[in-house]
């Protein structure tokens, strides 16, 4: 059998090109201090040899890796999704990777996964993280540079991106308003989602700011199972007077809408439902998903704004979150 043939190293180059291995790192780290006619040596004596720069031994060298880590509760879920897309899009513009980690909802989990993924890679992004707020502050504080996604923390020193679920609530619960809803059904998300409790937030000061709505609200979950699985005490209060449900996100739209439709169940013209996120499957659902929609992409881009400022030694940015976007669609109508 033949013998593979051995890599070029730094000291082939450097033999090659009739100069010393420092010369070759400074032509590596595009040194501009380094004579041209050196250069032009150094980087045909590459081609020549078919010389590769090793990435663990630069990284090592540099301090970096040019990789970043995104710590996620559920990857199944499209709006997470669409964050690393727009996340990877523009850490890839500036030489960057982006592992992922899923913590599959496992609150316990959140914390140790940050830390392996963080230790392995330059920077951190932590997207809606489950865990205790005082958890969390010490975590962002010692993994430093993070970036958090949809989770407010007040004066803490960490950059915040993320959605206005509160303002996102108000107006999907006018849009049913103006249908002539007054009885509502709010299916709740994880009881550890911070997005969750927002949006309670928001079916709170809909219910002050308006007396004659009642919304209830309905324990859930965030994903398509939960949704089906709902199905029952959403009936129980349509029966008890709901015309119209808003589900936590989509998933949770889409599964109960499945579930309602094998019961027969007319949706809009018996009860109305609307998701939250609007992602990609919303408009081709069946009947089509009414949904607040969240600029997934851009949020990724945002988020990588935010973390490359810091990774250059840059401040602390501002925070931001987005409004959601109403899109009405079939699944919800007036009131019969």
């Not at 980690?101 to 392995?120: I, L």
Request: overall charge neutral.
């Amino acid at each position: 059998m033949r013998e593979r043939p051995r890599a070029a190293t730094i000291a082939d180059v450097a033999a090659h090109a009739g100069v010393s291995q420092a010369s070759v790192s400074r032509v590596l780290n595009g040194k501009q201090s380094v004579d041209p006619t050196i250069v032009h040596r150094v980087q045909a004596s590459i081609a020549a040899l078919g010389y590769s720069p090793s990435v663990a031994a630069r990284s090592l060298v540099h301090g970096r890796n040019d990789t970043i880590a995104m710590v996620v509760p559920d990857l199944e879920n499209p709006l997470f999704q669409g964050i690393l897309k727009g996340l990877s899009l523009a850490a890839a513009s500036d030489g960057y990777r982006v592992m992922v980690a899923d913590t599959a909802e496992r609150v316990e989990d959140e914390e140790a996964t940050a830390v392996e993924a963080r230790h392995r890679c330059d920077a951190l992004v932590l997207c809606a993280p489950r865990m205790p707020e005082q958890r969390l502050r010490r975590l962002v504080a010692a993994l430093a540079p993070v970036v958090v996604v949809n989770r407010s923390l007040p004066d803490a020193d960490v950059p915040i991106v993320g959605i206005d679920y509160v303002r996102g609530i108000r107006d999907l619960v006018d849009h049913l308003r103006g249908l002539g809803h007054r009885h509502l059904a709010y299916v709740s998300g994880p009881a550890s989602s911070a997005s969750n409790g927002e949006r309670l937030r928001g079916v709170a000061e809909v219910e002050a700011a308006y007396p004659d709505l009642r919304i209830d609200v309905i324990p859930g979950g965030s994903r398509l199972e939960d949704g089906y699985a709902v199905a029952e005490p959403v009936l129980a209060a349509s029966e008890a007077g709901a015309t119209a449900v808003i589900a936590f996100n989509d998933l949770v739209a889409f599964g109960l809408l499945t579930r309602l439709r094998r019961l027969g169940v007319d949706v809009p013209g018996a009860l109305s439902v609307a998701g939250f996120d609007d992602v990609p499957m919303a408009e081709y659902a069946t009947p089509s998903l009414t949904s607040m929609s969240v600029p997934r992409i851009e949020i990724g881009g945002q988020v990588w704004a935010r973390l490359r400022t810091l990774i250059a030694g840059g401040p602390i940015q501002h925070t931001v979150l987005y409004r959601p976007r109403l899109e009405a669609r079939d699944s919800t109508g007036p009131v019969r």
